[in-house]
């Protein structure tokens, strides 16, 4: 199994940039895609974005889509999510998550970090 702990997070104002890491130890990170996910107060959990094994597919929730970039380092074993632009509704805990492939993490990763609190401040 591959182990995900989440960093980053914290308080920032509305149209303020924030940038969200997810170390991975315990199997190869390049064996997977990975992906991020959140959850806000009384909501589902709701995917954010994905990336490929080799970084060369992502995707990404419309609701983030051009203003949240998915990232990873497999030298570093380390997955990250730049967000710019922030607004109130992006207040939510932060989850990462490996999958087989970009598809499956989407809809059924197999490993979740444990997350990381994001709050947009007014």
């Known amino acids: 199994q591959v182990q995900l702990v989440e960093s980053g997070g914290g308080l920032v104002q509305a149209g303020g940039s924030l940038t969200l890491s997810c170390a991975a130890s315990?199997?190869?990170?390049?064996?997977?895609?990975m992906g991020w996910f959140r959850q806000a107060p009384g909501k589902e959990r709701e995917f954010v974005a994905a990336i490929s094994r080799t970084s060369t597919s992502t995707n990404y929730a419309d609701s983030v889509k051009g203003r949240f970039t998915i990232s990873r380092d497999n030298a570093k074993n380390t997955m990250y999510l730049q967000m710019k632009s922030v607004k109130l509704e992006d207040t939510a805990v932060y989850y990462c998550?490996?999958?087989?492939?970009?598809?499956?993490?989407?809809?059924?990763?197999?490993?979740w970090g444990q997350g990381t609190q994001v709050t947009v401040s007014s």
């Open positions: 315990g199997r190869t990170f390049s064996n997977y895609a």
């Open positions: 998550a490996a999958g087989v492939t970009i598809a499956r993490v989407t809809t059924t990763p197999f490993q």
